[in-house]
Every structure is written in C-alpha cells, then in structure tokens.
C-alpha cells in the first residue's frame, strides 16, 4: 500500500490571508476571561470582594489546599514562553510566540476544560526567566512551558520542578516524547519489530528530541540503537563541536559522522529539526518498512507526498492535522494537565507519561464506534500504517487519557486528591466533551468525502467570496459565485483574493445558459398567484436569490447560502417562490445554543410568527428530526411562562394542546410540557415535577412563538456568552441556508457546510 494516498485522505489547507483574518476578526486574538459569578448587586460585591473576600483570604492563609476550593487554581494553568522556539521557526521572540501560546491556551480549554492563559516573558536570561516563573506558583495549579529553546529549556524546567510544587511541564519535550512513543509503540508492532533490536536516527537535539529519546530509552528501547544528530550532523562519543552535557548523554561510539550515513539502513528516523531537513536519498536509504516521523512544525522534514515518490512501504508522520497519523504534542498536554489538576498531583512523572502514551497506543488499536467515526478523515480509520495514533478530535481522548494519568499519578504516590470513585470521575470527563465541536467536525468530515456545489447567491460581495475559497480550500466542494463577472474580479484584485483557483466557479445570471429554463420553471410556479412571464423574467435576470434558488431546484446545485445583503424574511420569501416544502414537512427554522459546554437546539427561529399547536407540533417533529440528524437523541420542552397547568393563562393552552397533538401521533421522542425555560433546563428545578416524561434536561426548546425564540437566542448570544448557529433551515425540499446579514466568515463558511450536509441526507 502507498505510504500516502492521496484519495484516502484530505488535505485542508488555509491561506496566509485566512489565516490573518481569523486571529484579527471580532475580538483580536483567541481568548477572553469571563467571570463565573454574576457580580451584579451590592451583596455579590460585598461577597467577591471586600469584605466578604477577606474570608477565604484567612482560609487559605491557615490551610493553603484550600485554594483549590475558593479560586480558580485547581483548574487554571499558565502557558509560558519565551518564545526562543517558535514552532520550527526559530527564535523569534517572547511577543511573536503570543498567537502561539493563545493558540495552546485555547486547546486546553477546548480538548479538555481547563482554564489556561498564555504569558510571554520578554527575557533571554535563564535565570531571570526561573525567577519571573517561580513566583507566579500561587496562581495557577500547573505550569507549561512552551517553546523555549535548548538547552535553556532543560535548566529551566530543571530548576522549576525543584523549587515548584504544582506540574511543571515543558510540552515540547514531554509533550511531543509522550506523542511520538506512542505512534512508535504502534508502528513498531505493525513492522514487526521491538525496542530491543530496532535502530532509530533522531535528527535534532533540541528539546523535543532529547525527551522523546530520553522517554524512549526509560521505556526499553536499547541506547545504543540510537543516533542523535543535529546541525553537525552524528553526535558520536568525543565530538566537541556544538555539545552541550545533553547531547552528550545520548553521543554514541560510532564511525558514521552525517546525517545521510547515520539513515543508511535505519528502521526508525524521528525528525525533530527543520523543513526540509531529509532528503530523498536518505529515506530511500533506509530499512525496508521504514518508520518515519517528520515532526518539525509547520513544515515537515519530508512531506508524505516526497516519500511516496520514492517508495510505498514508509510509515509516515507528521506535526501536521492534514496528513495521516499526526504526531504533535497537542494529542497530549490538554489530558495530561487534565489528569494531573484532577488529583491535584505535585507533578508530572515518568509514570504518568508513559501511562498516557500506552493509554495512546491502545486507544488507536481500538474500534472506533459510529459516534466516533465521524472525528476521522475519510472512512472510519482502522489500525494500520495510515492509522497509528487517533486524531485530536477524538472525543474518547478525554476520558481515556487523563484517566490514565490520574490512576498514574495515584500508584506513584504524587496525587494530593486520589480519587476514590473511578467511574464516577470517567462519567465526568465524558461531560466535559464540547458536543457542538464534533458536530460540526462531522458535519464537515462528511461533506469533504461527499463534496457539493453550493451556490454563495451574492457572489460579489467579498466577504461572500472569502467564504467561497475557504469552503473550496476545505475541499468541502465546488463554490459557485454568482455575479457580475467584471465586477467580481475588479473587487477580487482590489482585496488581494485569488479566484482562479480549484474549487471555485464564476456564474453570471445574465449570460447563463440557464435563464430560460429557470424562467419557465419559475413562471410554472407563480403564474396563477399573479405573475406575469415577464415578472419572472425579471425575478431570474435580476434578483440572485431567484436565480441560485431556481438552480437548486433544477440540480445545477446542491444547495445555496445567502442572506448577507437582505433582510432575513425577505431572502426567505425569495426561495419560497421557488422551493417548496418536503412533503409532509413543514419549514422552520432551527438554531443551536452552545453556552458554558452545553448545547440546546431552539425553534422556530425564523419562519412562524404565532404558531398554532398544530404547527408547534410539527416545529417539534422537524426539530427533534434535525438533532438526531445531528447525531443527539432529542429531549423536546414545550416552552411556555407557565408550567404543567400553573399558572393558568390562555396563552399556555396552545402549547398544552401541541403536546396533546405529539400523544396522538405517537412520535418516537421525548417531549413533554408546558413548561417554563428553568424546569426544561434545570434537573433539580424539573425534579420537582417527578412526572414529567423528559428523562432529562431537554436539549431541544419549542418556543411558543416566534417573538420568544428570537428573542431568547439573541439573548442568550449577547448576555448569556452563547455562540449560536443559525437558525438553520430544516424542511424544504432543497438545501438551502439563510445567514444574517450580520454574519461573519466563518457562519457563512459553516451554513454552506451544512447546506451541503443537508444536501447529502
Ligand atoms: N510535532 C510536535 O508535536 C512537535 C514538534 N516540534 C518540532 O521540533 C523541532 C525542534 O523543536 P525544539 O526541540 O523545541 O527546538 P530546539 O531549538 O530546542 O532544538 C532544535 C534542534 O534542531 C536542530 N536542528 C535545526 N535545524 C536542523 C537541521 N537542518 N538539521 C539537523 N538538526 C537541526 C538543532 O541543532 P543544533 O543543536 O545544532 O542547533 C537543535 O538541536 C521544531 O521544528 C518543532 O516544530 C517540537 C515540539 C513538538
Ligand atoms: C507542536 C509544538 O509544540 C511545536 O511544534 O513546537
Ligand atoms: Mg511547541
């Protein structure tokens, strides 16, 4: 089999301009803090700050473990850098390594809820780097330190740990060794080797380097098989030149001096260093069934693609998410931190480490079940040369790495806080899985092995287009502009964006071949509601609401996305002239709430005013149809002020008579109401009612009426810090996606994503 085959797997790639706009949108940068109490009256004052603070102060001056129960210290850790080196880029300072140390910060808050935040220390001094560290210990409950160069990095953690008593973690050694021993673990036993007899090169002696082979070597795998080199090449016992007692521990007697004859034969290379740092020749002088791993950041040693050119039975890794088998630290510091905060452990020993990357290694030999499959690239992967280490998206990362960790930290006698009740502490980490995140990670892992042409209605505006590329870009499918050509390419040129490029297709509505078709189609539909020929002939040759619908409705689409330029009513009255309903269906409007790791689905957010309850049983059914499509299993609230009869009020009678329609036509999910918004959301608030048929808190919300839904989602976005998707449109015949005209590129990106999802069901 190929090394890396190009149809089995997908390449997402972003451009530098995609890449700059997602950092400067909205709000600069990738983080906030948000406070977790409300601080709105005198009293939350009085209790947050003085006097009532002064209460904990003398708690934790008498007992300081109590700062893990009056602050945020258990669960906060610091990503610290100096920024000596940044990725595989070099030493370029403590300022330009910010986007990076948010980047981390946000992946421990994403891959497993812990609160982190980045600090930068403008210092290449070592011992002002430790001194500026050390006295930051109280505040947090572990320390990362990230891309900080060598050996400086290795006294500094050194001298961190001593004088420390949290974790004191250098991601980029043990982070990346924990990785890399894992995909070595797995690779190793598909090629049929062992750590006894296996010869492994290691290009770089940095940081990452001399961790992963330090980790290596703890775990058996025999010294003297391993070749260490850098940038002058084989670290050989007696070599003076570019030493440090690092590299020494690792030199070896031997006679080879480059890194080409170091590789002539080796099983094993780990690349640790800079692009483009091994060459063909090398990897085609290695050992049958090679196993390489071009770790260096962004860009790899070698790419896949370079190897499979010049031979077919390479296992390939890289730092990278768009290539197979990613080996990269971010596969670890998130559960890691996770496991050891949660047993309050001192700090991050070699068991802990190893724990983990088993936890890794066998975690890729297992099964993925369906809820999972959806977190791969391409098919559902099974263990094999394309397939040695799970992806970071993997949701059962969370529960099964810090539990290793933590059951680590608990037999090697560094846990504060053992945990008693093991499986009660795996169904919270389960919980802390972000739904919303694999949702849209399996929206789009569908549509790339399914891609779809989505027509972007209003082709000439640039934010429509920037959108257009990254849907192409991300090998989602073919995005068809629709526009003025001229006009198009005049703004394209003036905004620095390339639309000649695959995956991109101009459409002008006034020189399609289509006009005529899409005419009479249209006319076939409005002629006895009042149109004349010619309306239509108007309605196609100049509005492209119109037009991109009625390619839909002939196939010449998929789906189509629009909304930007016109109120939401009025694009939605456009398409309802040319698209009708899914039999039996009815069109409303969905959206989904993620706030604080929860995610509810709230109808209808766009089309009924004032449903009757006839139509908000059907808002239930198409609502409840769309979760499980989305992968949930449905817990349908009836909203109204009152609940179950209290108070009486004419208004609650019309959704008390939607829940009697839902008996009556046996639907096969929960529902139940009326009911106010705290009994649906609350358990113990909804405990109080033990008759209620909602096996728990709902995660679909029917809304009385239009005004409350709208209402309610805009609230919960501006007050409540929820991110809210939609509303997406569910049941018409066609897909079709309305944004707001306050949309942003990314929800047109994911709308066009789920018109193509839509598409394929
Ligand atoms: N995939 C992953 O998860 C991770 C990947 N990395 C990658 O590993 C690389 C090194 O990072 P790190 O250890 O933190 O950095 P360091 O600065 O600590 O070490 C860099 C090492 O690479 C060596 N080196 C640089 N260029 C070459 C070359 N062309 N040939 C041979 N050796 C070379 C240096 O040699 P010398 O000693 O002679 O200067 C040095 O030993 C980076 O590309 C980084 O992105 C790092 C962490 C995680
Ligand atoms: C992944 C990482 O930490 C690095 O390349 O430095
Ligand atoms: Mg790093």
Redesign the pocket.
Known sequence: MPATDKTDRTMTSVTAQEALDFHSQGRPGKLEISPTKAMATQRDLSLAYSPGVAVPVKAIAEDPNTAYDYTTRGNMVAVISNGT?I??LGNLGALASKPVMEGKAVLFKRFADVDSIDLEVDTENVDEFINCVRFLGPSFGGINLE?I??PD?FIIEQKLREVMDIPVFHD?QH??AI?AAAGLINALALTGRDFKTTKLVC???????IACIELIKSMGFASDNIIL????GVIFEGRTE?MNQWKSAHAVKTERRT?AEALDGADVVFG???KG?LSEDMVRSMAPRPIIFA???PDPEITPEEVARIRDDAIVAT?RSDYPNQ???VLGFPYIFRGALDVRATTINDEMKIAAAEALASLAKEDVPDDVAAAYQGNRPRFGPQYIIPVPFDPRLISAIPMAVAKAAMESGVARKPITDLEAYGRQLSARRDPIASTLQRIYERVRRQPKRIVFAEGEEVQVMRSAIAYANQQLGTAILLGREERMRETAEREGIDLDRPGIQIVNARLSKRVGAYTDYLYARLQRKGFLFRDAQRLINNDRNHFAACMVALGDADGMVTGLTRNYSTALEDVRRCIDPKPGHRVIGVSIALCRGRTVLVADTAVHDMPSSEELADIAEEAAGLAKRLGYVPRVAMLAYSTFGHPQGERSERVREAVNILDKRRVDFEYDGEMAADVALNARVMEQYPFCRLSGTANVLVMPAFHSASISTKMLQELGGSTVIGPLLVGFDKSIQIVSMSAKDSDIVNMAAIAAYNAGM
């Open positions: 080196a990725l595989g891309d160069k060598a990095c980029d982070g990346t990785i290009n770089g002696a940095g940081a990452a380097a080199c850098d940038t002058k570019g890194l640790l260093s800079a740092a770790m260096a950041n730092g080996v990269n630290n």
